[in-house]
Protein backbone atom coordinates (compact mmCIF):
# COMPACT_ATOMS: atom_id res chain seq x y z
CA UNK A 1 0.00 0.00 0.00
CA UNK A 2 1.34 3.23 -0.80
CA UNK A 3 2.65 5.91 1.59
CA UNK A 4 1.58 9.71 1.39
CA UNK A 5 -2.15 8.97 -0.13
CA UNK A 6 -2.78 11.71 -2.81
CA UNK A 7 -5.89 13.79 -1.49
CA UNK A 8 -7.06 13.81 -5.13
CA UNK A 9 -7.47 9.98 -4.77
CA UNK A 10 -9.70 10.41 -1.80
CA UNK A 11 -12.60 7.67 -2.22
CA UNK A 12 -15.91 9.59 -2.90
CA UNK A 13 -19.23 9.03 -4.31
CA UNK A 14 -21.41 11.10 -6.62
CA UNK A 15 -22.79 12.65 -3.95
CA UNK A 16 -20.04 14.48 -3.06
CA UNK A 17 -18.36 17.95 -4.90
CA UNK A 18 -15.47 19.59 -3.97
CA UNK A 19 -14.91 23.25 -4.03
CA UNK A 20 -11.18 24.50 -3.75
CA UNK A 21 -9.99 27.18 -1.54
CA UNK A 22 -9.08 29.02 -4.01
CA UNK A 23 -12.86 29.29 -5.83
CA UNK A 24 -14.10 30.79 -2.35
CA UNK A 25 -11.17 33.16 -1.85
CA UNK A 26 -12.20 34.21 -5.60
CA UNK A 27 -15.36 35.56 -4.69
CA UNK A 28 -16.08 39.24 -4.70
CA UNK A 29 -19.25 39.20 -2.55
CA UNK A 30 -19.27 40.19 1.17
CA UNK A 31 -21.08 38.68 3.86
CA UNK A 32 -20.28 41.66 5.68
CA UNK A 33 -22.93 44.72 4.20
CA UNK A 34 -22.22 48.16 5.41
CA UNK A 35 -25.63 49.97 6.66
CA UNK A 36 -26.51 53.28 7.97
CA UNK A 37 -25.34 56.06 8.60
CA UNK A 38 -22.60 54.90 11.20
CA UNK A 39 -21.37 52.51 8.84
CA UNK A 40 -22.11 49.99 10.76
CA UNK A 41 -21.44 46.11 9.23
CA UNK A 42 -24.17 43.48 9.16
CA UNK A 43 -22.44 40.39 8.77
CA UNK A 44 -23.46 36.60 9.14
CA UNK A 45 -23.39 37.07 13.35
CA UNK A 46 -22.52 34.70 15.77
CA UNK A 47 -24.46 31.07 15.09
CA UNK A 48 -27.42 31.33 17.85
CA UNK A 49 -30.91 30.18 17.40
CA UNK A 50 -32.31 34.22 17.39
CA UNK A 51 -30.53 34.48 14.05
CA UNK A 52 -33.56 34.12 11.07
CA UNK A 53 -31.26 31.90 9.23
CA UNK A 54 -29.81 29.62 11.98
CA UNK A 55 -31.67 26.24 11.27
CA UNK A 56 -30.35 26.56 7.80
CA UNK A 57 -26.64 28.09 8.82
CA UNK A 58 -26.42 25.02 11.44
CA UNK A 59 -27.18 21.98 8.88
CA UNK A 60 -24.58 24.17 6.92
CA UNK A 61 -21.74 23.96 9.73
CA UNK A 62 -23.39 20.02 10.60
CA UNK A 63 -22.84 19.34 6.63
CA UNK A 64 -18.65 20.78 7.02
CA UNK A 65 -18.74 18.80 10.23
CA UNK A 66 -19.45 15.88 8.78
CA UNK A 67 -16.60 16.26 5.50
CA UNK A 68 -13.93 17.50 8.08
CA UNK A 69 -14.79 13.51 10.23
CA UNK A 70 -14.09 11.79 7.25
CA UNK A 71 -10.72 13.34 6.42
CA UNK A 72 -9.80 13.38 10.10
CA UNK A 73 -9.91 9.64 10.05
CA UNK A 74 -8.69 9.48 6.54
CA UNK A 75 -5.36 11.56 7.67
CA UNK A 76 -5.38 10.01 11.47
CA UNK A 77 -4.75 7.04 9.16
CA UNK A 78 -2.24 7.63 6.92
CA UNK A 79 -0.22 8.73 9.92
CA UNK A 80 -0.99 5.13 11.72
CA UNK A 81 0.59 3.90 8.15
CA UNK A 82 3.11 6.56 6.75
CA UNK A 83 5.98 6.54 9.24
CA UNK A 84 8.14 3.86 10.50
CA UNK A 85 8.14 2.55 14.35
CA UNK A 86 11.16 4.49 16.11
CA UNK A 87 12.14 7.02 18.62
CA UNK A 88 10.78 9.95 16.31
CA UNK A 89 12.37 11.87 18.36
CA UNK A 90 14.34 14.20 14.99
CA UNK A 91 17.28 11.50 14.38
CA UNK A 92 15.08 10.22 11.27
CA UNK A 93 11.87 12.17 11.19
CA UNK A 94 9.81 9.89 9.28
CA UNK A 95 10.06 7.79 12.56
CA UNK A 96 7.35 7.53 15.13
CA UNK A 97 7.08 6.23 18.39
CA UNK A 98 4.49 3.07 18.40
CA UNK A 99 2.42 4.75 21.08
CA UNK A 100 1.94 7.74 18.97
CA UNK A 101 0.50 5.17 16.64
CA UNK A 102 -1.89 3.55 19.26
CA UNK A 103 -3.07 7.05 19.42
CA UNK A 104 -3.86 7.56 16.37
CA UNK A 105 -5.78 4.19 15.98
CA UNK A 106 -7.88 5.20 19.15
CA UNK A 107 -8.57 8.41 16.95
CA UNK A 108 -9.54 6.64 13.77
CA UNK A 109 -11.89 4.95 15.88
CA UNK A 110 -13.51 7.94 17.34
CA UNK A 111 -13.71 9.78 13.99
CA UNK A 112 -15.05 7.05 12.58
CA UNK A 113 -17.76 6.74 14.98
CA UNK A 114 -18.34 11.08 14.72
CA UNK A 115 -18.92 10.10 11.51
CA UNK A 116 -22.03 7.72 12.18
CA UNK A 117 -22.85 10.50 14.53
CA UNK A 118 -23.09 13.26 12.02
CA UNK A 119 -24.66 11.16 9.29
CA UNK A 120 -27.50 10.58 11.91
CA UNK A 121 -27.05 14.55 13.18
CA UNK A 122 -27.17 15.17 9.03
CA UNK A 123 -30.86 13.42 8.65
CA UNK A 124 -32.20 14.65 12.12
CA UNK A 125 -31.47 18.44 10.93
CA UNK A 126 -32.54 17.04 7.38
CA UNK A 127 -29.63 17.87 5.34
CA UNK A 128 -28.76 15.28 2.42
CA UNK A 129 -24.87 13.42 1.97
CA UNK A 130 -23.12 15.74 0.60
CA UNK A 131 -25.74 18.57 0.24
CA UNK A 132 -22.91 21.19 0.38
CA UNK A 133 -19.65 21.27 -1.30
CA UNK A 134 -16.59 19.72 0.26
CA UNK A 135 -13.65 21.51 0.54
CA UNK A 136 -10.00 19.34 1.28
CA UNK A 137 -7.86 21.60 3.43
CA UNK A 138 -8.39 19.37 6.46
CA UNK A 139 -7.02 16.03 4.77
CA UNK A 140 -3.80 18.38 3.03
CA UNK A 141 -3.00 19.53 6.43
CA UNK A 142 -2.82 15.54 7.02
CA UNK A 143 -0.61 15.45 4.52
CA UNK A 144 3.41 17.18 5.55
CA UNK A 145 5.88 14.95 5.54
CA UNK A 146 6.97 15.18 8.98
CA UNK A 147 4.74 13.83 11.25
CA UNK A 148 5.42 15.96 14.43
CA UNK A 149 3.81 19.06 11.75
CA UNK A 150 1.25 16.74 10.27
CA UNK A 151 0.39 16.68 14.39
CA UNK A 152 0.22 19.82 15.11
CA UNK A 153 -1.50 21.05 12.48
CA UNK A 154 -4.00 18.32 12.46
CA UNK A 155 -4.15 17.98 15.82
CA UNK A 156 -3.97 21.11 17.66
CA UNK A 157 -4.72 23.57 15.04
CA UNK A 158 -7.48 21.19 12.81
CA UNK A 159 -8.88 19.61 16.03
CA UNK A 160 -8.76 23.22 17.90
CA UNK A 161 -11.30 24.42 15.24
CA UNK A 162 -13.22 21.55 15.80
CA UNK A 163 -13.34 22.24 20.24
CA UNK A 164 -14.39 25.46 18.92
CA UNK A 165 -17.50 24.24 16.51
CA UNK A 166 -18.48 21.49 18.64
CA UNK A 167 -18.69 23.99 21.44
CA UNK A 168 -20.64 26.42 19.43
CA UNK A 169 -23.33 23.58 17.97
CA UNK A 170 -23.85 22.50 21.88
CA UNK A 171 -24.61 25.56 22.81
CA UNK A 172 -26.55 26.20 20.19
CA UNK A 173 -28.31 22.93 20.42
CA UNK A 174 -29.02 24.18 24.55
CA UNK A 175 -30.53 27.65 23.89
CA UNK A 176 -32.73 25.56 20.52
CA UNK A 177 -34.09 22.93 22.85
CA UNK A 178 -32.96 20.28 20.75
CA UNK A 179 -31.02 17.31 22.98
CA UNK A 180 -30.30 15.09 20.01
CA UNK A 181 -27.72 17.75 19.28
CA UNK A 182 -26.96 19.11 22.27
CA UNK A 183 -26.07 16.09 23.44
CA UNK A 184 -24.31 14.51 20.34
CA UNK A 185 -21.94 17.32 20.34
CA UNK A 186 -21.31 17.30 23.89
CA UNK A 187 -19.76 13.52 23.15
CA UNK A 188 -17.75 14.56 19.98
CA UNK A 189 -16.78 17.64 21.78
CA UNK A 190 -15.00 15.37 24.60
CA UNK A 191 -13.23 13.48 22.22
CA UNK A 192 -12.05 16.61 20.66
CA UNK A 193 -10.38 17.24 23.62
CA UNK A 194 -8.43 14.21 23.81
CA UNK A 195 -7.29 14.66 20.41
CA UNK A 196 -5.63 17.88 20.44
CA UNK A 197 -4.29 16.94 23.47
CA UNK A 198 -2.86 13.97 22.28
CA UNK A 199 -1.04 16.73 19.82
CA UNK A 200 -0.13 18.80 22.64
CA UNK A 201 1.59 16.16 24.50
CA UNK A 202 3.34 14.45 21.49
CA UNK A 203 4.73 18.11 19.96
CA UNK A 204 6.32 18.50 23.49
CA UNK A 205 7.29 14.91 23.76
CA UNK A 206 8.83 14.72 20.23
CA UNK A 207 10.41 17.60 20.00
CA UNK A 208 11.96 17.84 23.89
CA UNK A 209 15.52 17.90 22.52
CA UNK A 210 14.84 20.08 18.66
CA UNK A 211 13.48 23.55 19.22
CA UNK A 212 14.17 24.26 15.93
CA UNK A 213 11.87 21.34 15.10
CA UNK A 214 9.38 22.67 17.45
CA UNK A 215 9.41 26.23 16.25
CA UNK A 216 8.84 24.87 12.61
CA UNK A 217 5.98 22.68 14.02
CA UNK A 218 3.73 26.08 16.12
CA UNK A 219 4.70 27.88 12.69
CA UNK A 220 3.49 25.60 10.45
CA UNK A 221 0.33 25.24 13.18
CA UNK A 222 -0.28 29.28 12.73
CA UNK A 223 -0.43 28.60 9.48
CA UNK A 224 -3.32 26.01 9.38
CA UNK A 225 -5.06 28.09 11.94
CA UNK A 226 -5.10 30.99 10.04
CA UNK A 227 -6.10 29.17 6.68
CA UNK A 228 -9.14 27.71 9.42
CA UNK A 229 -9.92 31.06 10.78
CA UNK A 230 -12.08 31.48 7.49
CA UNK A 231 -11.79 34.82 6.94
CA UNK A 232 -13.17 35.70 10.67
CA UNK A 233 -15.69 32.56 10.64
CA UNK A 234 -14.17 31.43 13.57
CA UNK A 235 -12.33 34.00 16.26
CA UNK A 236 -13.35 36.57 19.04
CA UNK A 237 -14.62 39.30 17.34
CA UNK A 238 -18.52 39.88 18.37
CA UNK A 239 -20.26 38.91 14.83
CA UNK A 240 -17.84 35.83 14.28
CA UNK A 241 -20.36 32.98 14.18
CA UNK A 242 -17.82 30.63 16.34
CA UNK A 243 -15.97 31.82 19.48
CA UNK A 244 -13.02 30.56 20.77
CA UNK A 245 -13.95 28.10 23.37
CA UNK A 246 -10.86 28.94 25.70
CA UNK A 247 -11.69 26.66 28.35
CA UNK A 248 -12.11 23.59 26.55
CA UNK A 249 -8.85 24.87 24.64
CA UNK A 250 -7.20 25.22 28.07
CA UNK A 251 -8.00 21.25 29.17
CA UNK A 252 -7.00 20.46 25.86
CA UNK A 253 -3.16 21.83 26.94
CA UNK A 254 -3.35 25.26 25.04
CA UNK A 255 -1.70 28.08 27.06
CA UNK A 256 -3.47 31.18 27.87
CA UNK A 257 -0.68 33.05 25.43
CA UNK A 258 -1.38 30.85 22.58
CA UNK A 259 -5.34 31.33 22.73
CA UNK A 260 -4.36 35.22 22.32
CA UNK A 261 -2.62 34.61 19.67
CA UNK A 262 -4.70 32.51 18.31
CA UNK A 263 -7.54 35.43 18.35
CA UNK A 264 -4.97 37.83 16.77
CA UNK A 265 -4.52 35.56 13.96
CA UNK A 266 -8.18 35.10 13.40
CA UNK A 267 -8.53 38.49 13.46
CA UNK A 268 -5.72 39.23 10.49
CA UNK A 269 -7.42 36.11 8.63
CA UNK A 270 -10.61 38.49 8.91
CA UNK A 271 -8.48 41.66 7.80
CA UNK A 272 -7.02 40.11 5.04
CA UNK A 273 -10.48 38.61 3.96
CA UNK A 274 -11.82 41.48 3.53
CA UNK A 275 -8.67 43.11 1.74
CA UNK A 276 -9.25 40.27 -0.67
CA UNK A 277 -13.00 41.00 -1.39
CA UNK A 278 -12.46 44.61 -1.64
CA UNK A 279 -9.48 43.70 -4.51
CA UNK A 280 -11.63 41.09 -6.20
CA UNK A 281 -14.10 43.79 -6.44
CA UNK A 282 -11.12 46.40 -7.99
CA UNK A 283 -10.90 43.41 -10.24
CA UNK A 284 -14.75 42.89 -11.60
CA UNK A 285 -15.38 46.84 -11.50
CA UNK A 286 -12.48 47.23 -14.12
CA UNK B 1 -46.93 38.40 -17.97
CA UNK B 2 -44.46 41.05 -16.74
CA UNK B 3 -41.82 39.58 -14.50
CA UNK B 4 -38.94 41.72 -14.63
CA UNK B 5 -35.24 40.76 -12.98
CA UNK B 6 -32.70 43.27 -11.89
CA UNK B 7 -30.20 43.62 -12.51
CA UNK B 8 -30.40 42.17 -16.32
CA UNK B 9 -26.42 41.17 -16.39
CA UNK B 10 -24.59 40.43 -13.33
CA UNK B 11 -21.02 40.69 -12.94
CA UNK B 12 -20.40 38.95 -9.35
CA UNK B 13 -22.13 36.21 -9.67
CA UNK B 14 -22.75 33.61 -12.96
CA UNK B 15 -26.43 34.28 -12.90
CA UNK B 16 -28.81 34.08 -16.16
CA UNK B 17 -31.49 36.90 -15.64
CA UNK B 18 -33.58 35.41 -18.13
CA UNK B 19 -33.09 31.67 -16.11
CA UNK B 20 -34.68 33.25 -13.23
CA UNK B 21 -37.20 34.94 -15.07
CA UNK B 22 -38.39 32.28 -16.30
CA UNK B 23 -38.21 30.26 -13.12
CA UNK B 24 -40.31 33.00 -11.81
CA UNK B 25 -42.92 33.23 -14.26
CA UNK B 26 -43.69 29.64 -14.28
CA UNK B 27 -44.19 29.91 -10.43
CA UNK B 28 -46.43 32.62 -11.00
CA UNK B 29 -48.85 30.92 -13.02
CA UNK B 30 -48.27 27.63 -10.84
CA UNK B 31 -49.43 29.30 -7.46
CA UNK B 32 -52.39 31.17 -9.27
CA UNK B 33 -51.11 34.79 -9.30
CA UNK B 34 -52.98 36.92 -11.91
CA UNK B 35 -51.46 36.90 -14.84
CA UNK B 36 -50.95 40.79 -15.31
CA UNK B 37 -49.70 40.87 -11.90
CA UNK B 38 -46.03 42.66 -12.22
CA UNK B 39 -43.03 40.97 -10.21
CA UNK B 40 -40.17 41.92 -10.08
CA UNK B 41 -37.49 40.32 -8.32
CA UNK B 42 -34.40 42.46 -6.90
CA UNK B 43 -31.31 40.44 -6.16
CA UNK B 44 -28.34 41.77 -5.04
CA UNK B 45 -25.26 40.42 -6.29
CA UNK B 46 -22.92 41.79 -3.55
CA UNK B 47 -23.69 39.87 -0.83
CA UNK B 48 -23.48 36.08 -0.26
CA UNK B 49 -25.82 35.60 2.18
CA UNK B 50 -29.33 34.55 1.72
CA UNK B 51 -31.83 36.40 2.82
CA UNK B 52 -35.10 36.88 0.56
CA UNK B 53 -38.37 38.63 1.40
CA UNK B 54 -41.72 39.87 -0.02
CA UNK B 55 -41.20 44.08 0.08
CA UNK B 56 -44.33 44.50 -1.95
CA UNK B 57 -47.29 42.74 -2.62
CA UNK B 58 -49.19 45.13 -5.59
CA UNK B 59 -46.89 45.27 -7.51
CA UNK B 60 -45.17 42.21 -6.29
CA UNK B 61 -41.53 43.19 -5.25
CA UNK B 62 -39.13 40.42 -3.77
CA UNK B 63 -35.61 41.73 -2.72
CA UNK B 64 -33.51 38.05 -2.93
CA UNK B 65 -29.52 38.48 -1.15
CA UNK B 66 -27.58 36.70 -4.15
CA UNK B 67 -26.56 33.35 -1.31
CA UNK B 68 -30.40 32.92 -1.68
CA UNK B 69 -30.09 31.29 -5.47
CA UNK B 70 -27.13 30.17 -5.17
CA UNK B 71 -26.41 26.41 -5.88
CA UNK B 72 -24.54 25.56 -2.64
CA UNK B 73 -22.22 23.03 -4.28
CA UNK B 74 -21.40 25.48 -6.91
CA UNK B 75 -20.26 29.01 -5.72
CA UNK B 76 -21.84 32.12 -7.47
CA UNK B 77 -23.89 29.80 -9.60
CA UNK B 78 -27.79 29.76 -9.97
CA UNK B 79 -29.39 26.89 -8.40
CA UNK B 80 -32.52 26.54 -10.18
CA UNK B 81 -34.65 24.21 -7.81
CA UNK B 82 -33.40 26.95 -4.80
CA UNK B 83 -34.50 29.34 -6.88
CA UNK B 84 -37.65 27.95 -7.32
CA UNK B 85 -37.93 26.70 -3.68
CA UNK B 86 -37.27 30.68 -2.72
CA UNK B 87 -39.50 32.56 -5.05
CA UNK B 88 -41.72 29.76 -4.88
CA UNK B 89 -43.12 29.89 -1.16
CA UNK B 90 -42.45 33.79 -1.33
CA UNK B 91 -44.96 33.76 -4.00
CA UNK B 92 -48.00 31.50 -2.28
CA UNK B 93 -47.22 33.85 0.74
CA UNK B 94 -48.43 36.85 -1.94
CA UNK B 95 -51.37 34.96 -2.92
CA UNK B 96 -52.13 34.46 0.75
CA UNK B 97 -51.96 38.27 1.51
CA UNK B 98 -54.07 38.73 -2.06
CA UNK B 99 -56.76 36.29 -1.04
CA UNK B 100 -59.36 38.15 1.34
CA UNK B 101 -60.72 35.06 2.92
CA UNK B 102 -57.06 34.48 4.19
CA UNK B 103 -57.05 37.38 6.88
CA UNK B 104 -55.17 40.06 8.31
CA UNK B 105 -51.72 39.04 8.93
CA UNK B 106 -49.20 41.48 10.79
CA UNK B 107 -46.72 43.06 8.22
CA UNK B 108 -43.42 41.05 6.85
CA UNK B 109 -40.99 43.02 9.97
CA UNK B 110 -43.96 42.32 12.54
CA UNK B 111 -43.87 38.59 12.10
CA UNK B 112 -42.48 36.75 15.12
CA UNK B 113 -39.73 33.75 13.83
CA UNK B 114 -42.43 31.44 14.79
CA UNK B 115 -45.27 33.06 12.58
CA UNK B 116 -43.07 33.29 9.85
CA UNK B 117 -41.93 30.14 10.26
CA UNK B 118 -45.37 28.27 10.46
CA UNK B 119 -46.19 30.14 7.55
CA UNK B 120 -43.29 28.90 5.56
CA UNK B 121 -43.97 25.63 6.42
CA UNK B 122 -47.55 26.13 5.06
CA UNK B 123 -46.22 27.59 1.86
CA UNK B 124 -43.27 24.95 0.86
CA UNK B 125 -45.68 22.25 1.88
CA UNK B 126 -47.92 23.33 -1.13
CA UNK B 127 -45.41 24.64 -3.33
CA UNK B 128 -44.07 20.59 -3.06
CA UNK B 129 -47.87 19.27 -4.00
CA UNK B 130 -47.25 21.35 -7.26
CA UNK B 131 -44.49 19.18 -8.06
CA UNK B 132 -41.73 20.82 -6.91
CA UNK B 133 -38.58 19.28 -5.06
CA UNK B 134 -38.75 20.24 -1.16
CA UNK B 135 -37.16 19.01 1.96
CA UNK B 136 -39.73 18.11 4.25
CA UNK B 137 -37.07 17.33 7.27
CA UNK B 138 -35.21 20.80 6.76
CA UNK B 139 -38.41 22.51 6.94
CA UNK B 140 -39.60 19.96 10.26
CA UNK B 141 -35.67 21.05 11.44
CA UNK B 142 -36.67 24.87 11.46
CA UNK B 143 -40.39 24.19 12.78
CA UNK B 144 -39.08 22.43 15.43
CA UNK B 145 -36.05 25.12 16.65
CA UNK B 146 -38.55 27.76 16.78
CA UNK B 147 -41.70 25.66 18.63
CA UNK B 148 -39.73 23.33 20.67
CA UNK B 149 -38.62 19.48 20.22
CA UNK B 150 -41.53 18.63 21.19
CA UNK B 151 -44.83 15.76 19.99
CA UNK B 152 -46.87 18.79 19.88
CA UNK B 153 -44.60 20.84 17.50
CA UNK B 154 -44.38 17.87 14.91
CA UNK B 155 -48.20 17.17 15.62
CA UNK B 156 -48.57 21.23 14.29
CA UNK B 157 -45.78 20.77 11.69
CA UNK B 158 -47.88 17.92 9.99
CA UNK B 159 -51.39 20.25 9.94
CA UNK B 160 -49.45 22.99 8.62
CA UNK B 161 -47.09 20.67 5.48
CA UNK B 162 -50.51 18.63 4.38
CA UNK B 163 -53.48 21.65 4.40
CA UNK B 164 -54.20 23.52 1.32
CA UNK B 165 -56.60 26.24 2.95
CA UNK B 166 -55.72 27.78 5.80
CA UNK B 167 -56.69 31.29 7.26
CA UNK B 168 -53.98 33.32 9.04
CA UNK B 169 -56.12 33.10 11.76
CA UNK B 170 -55.76 29.04 11.30
CA UNK B 171 -51.96 29.30 11.05
CA UNK B 172 -51.58 31.31 14.00
CA UNK B 173 -53.81 28.89 16.53
CA UNK B 174 -51.33 25.66 15.05
CA UNK B 175 -48.27 27.42 15.87
CA UNK B 176 -49.83 28.74 19.52
CA UNK B 177 -50.47 25.34 20.21
CA UNK B 178 -47.13 23.95 19.79
CA UNK B 179 -45.85 26.95 21.56
CA UNK B 180 -48.20 26.08 24.73
CA UNK B 181 -46.11 22.80 24.83
CA UNK B 182 -43.47 23.44 25.27
CA UNK B 183 -41.70 22.73 29.30
CA UNK B 184 -41.86 25.73 31.36
Given at each position: MRKAFPVEDLARDGRFVRVPLAERFD??????????????????????????????????????????????????????????????????????????????????????????????LSAHMGTELGEFSENTFLYEAACNPD????????????????????????EFGDIAGDPVLEFCEDWMLADEVTHVKMGSDWLRKLTANDKPRQERALEFQRVVDKLFSLGGFRGEEEDSPVRLARRFRELAGFEEAEMDTLAEIAKEAREEMEARVEANRAAVAS | MPVEVRPDTFSMVFFDAAEVRAIVEKLVAEVGLPADLSVTIEIDETTPMGRARVTSFDPVVIKAESGALEDVKAPRKLSADGTTDVIGKLLLSVRDRRDPNFGDPPAEDDLTLQESVAWEVYCVGRLGRLGHQVQRQRRLYQFRNRHGFTDAADAAFDKLWTADQLTWADISAISQTALAALPV
Open positions: DPRTARVEQGAGKNKRGPGRLTPDRPDAPDAARALMHGIFVGEIQALEGAGRTCWDFEVGSGNGEGIAEVPFELKLDMARQCWDEARHCEISIKPVLRLTGVNRALEGLAIDVFNTMR | -
